[in-house]
């Protein structure tokens, strides 16, 4: 894990890491990586985070994917619904 984290050191002009909370399941581990993309750079992130994973691949039975989440203020733009008081 060190020698391919160190192959991709965060990049804060694309995003910033918010937290990295942690569980435990029946079929091991479950780590969930929280980052902030910062406007204009959602491909570069998608792509960077997409090949840092992929590193792990050959590990038995480990899984990954990339989700996209908006802030509740995002998606109420979206919706153009404005923000109750």
Known sequence: ??????????????AVQLCTPVTTTEEGIVIFSVY???AGQLEKALGFYSKFLYEFISVEGFEFSVKMWMTF???LEVGKIERPE
């Not at 894990?1 to 694309?14: C, L, S």
Request: charge should be negative; glycine fraction near 0%.
């Open 36 to 38: 902030e993309v910062k």
């Open 73 to 75: 203020d995002e998606a």
């Open 1 to 14: 894990m060190v020698k391919i984290a160190n192959k991709y050191p965060n990049d804060d002009n694309i």
